[in-house]
């Protein structure tokens, strides 16, 4: 009789145990998912505060801001006349200089008014990229060597990739 | 027998006590659970900085620099018949407001027609070729805030921004000597 009741009373805890463990382990495995969905929240937020530092640094370039003498460089305006020679300097100092500011991105400034025109100032590709970012800006493209005045402002865009 | 009646008593209050004791210890696995549910469930897993720069800076940068385009089409005439390069606001704009209506002579001309027509047709043109390939919906006017009178000079909509998430330039003012200010502004939404 006492033998039944134990045996009974075993089978009791295990079942409670079996529950106790099955609910932990749902616990767990939630927890597991949350966490997975978590990570790929926070890799994209990463991705995009990378895009917007990059697309920054690109936009207050002094190789490329539009500058005049001592006064304030101009907010969201390319020279053309440095951009025409910049980019084949940031691709020759890629490696030893552009990549520490830029790291695995693609800079490029597409001119839309008066010409239709496309510059790749920098372009450093992640071998195993998973995700690409990209970032849009307008910008202006002052032209001094138009000799016009008042002072030639073409209209354009400059896109920044970065990848993950 | 009183002695087994109090032993009896004993175990029952024990067992009822572990009882309680797994009641307590599901009821805190349900309400953990609950908490992390509503935790994924509240938190808004977009990333709004880079939203916030890309969108808000787009609609001002836009604006920004499509006011300060310098006209150079050869076919840009003054009253006097001379060929001119023409700033898009302090130029262009400044002549529609005051030359506005349409039905008015405008004191500058592109390929023949009013300044504020061709201003309408050419920063359409402008937006299309940029935010419109993005695939983003646009609202660009430009209003003429005279004495009393609000004018629409420019009025340009690619999709409506109707209950929709949007971004606004904030408005560009440009005065227009003696007859008012004209404000631009641009809408951009997803």
């Known amino acids: 009789m006492k033998d039944k009741k134990g045996q009974i009373r075993m089978v009791e805890t295990i079942a409670v145990l079996f529950i106790f463990f099955l609910l932990l ?29 990059t697309t920054l640094r690109a936009l207050f370039l002094p190789e490329l801001i539009c500058s005049k003498g001592e006064t304030e460089p101009e907010g969201n305006c390319v020279d053309l006349m440095k951009l025409r020679y910049a980019n084949g300097t940031m691709m020759k100092h890629l490696n030893d200089y552009y990549y520490n500011l830029f790291g695995y991105a693609k800079i490029t400034i597409i001119e ?20 690409k970012e990209p970032t849009f800006q307008m910008i202006n493209l002052r ?19 970065v990848y993950s | 027998m009183i002695e087994i009646i109090k032993k009896l008593n004993q175990k029952k209050s024990r067992k009822g006590q572990m009882e309680i004791i797994g009641l307590v210890v599901i009821v805190i696995l349900i309400t953990l659970g609950l908490l992390f549910l509503t ?31 310098t006209i150079t089409e050869p076919d840009c005439l003054s009253q006097e ?7 898009l606001d302090r130029d262009l704009l400044r002549d529609c407001a005051m030359h506005y209506p349409t039905s008015l002579d405008s004191r500058y001309y592109c390929q023949q027609q009013h300044s504020c027509d061709f201003l309408e047709a050419f920063i359409s043109e402008m937006l299309e070729q940029t935010l419109g390939t993005w ?3 646009y609202e660009f006017t430009a209003q003429l805030n005279g004495y009393g009178q609000i004018d629409t000079l420019i009025s340009i909509n690619a999709g409506t921004c109707n209950n929709r998430e949007k971004d606004s330039s904030g408005k560009i003012p440009l005065r227009a000597e003696e007859i008012g200010l004209v404000e631009s502004e641009l809408i951009i939404c997803d």
Do not use: C, H
Request: aromatic share 12%.
């Open chain 2, 39 to 69: 935790q994924f469930a509240l938190k808004d897993g977009s990333d709004y900085n880079k939203k916030v720069f890309t969108q808000k800076g787009l609609a001002k940068s836009t604006a920004n620099s499509l006011m300060k385009i």
């Open chain 1, 25 to 53: 382990g749902i616990g767990i495995l939630f927890y597991f998912q949350y966490q997975k969905g978590q990570m790929a929240v926070k890799e994209t937020e990463l991705l995009g505060a990378r895009a917007v530092d």
């Open chain 2, 135 to 137: 695939g983003k919906r």
């Open chain 1, 112 to 131: 839309v008014y008066p010409l239709t025109k496309e510059w790749t100032l920098y372009d450093k590709e992640k071998p195993d990229w998973t995700a």
């Open chain 1, 143 to 161: 032209d001094e060597l138009q000799g016009i005045s008042p002072t030639n402002y073409g209209y354009g865009y400059i896109v920044v990739e």
């Open chain 2, 81 to 87: 018949g001379s060929t001119v390069n023409l700033r």
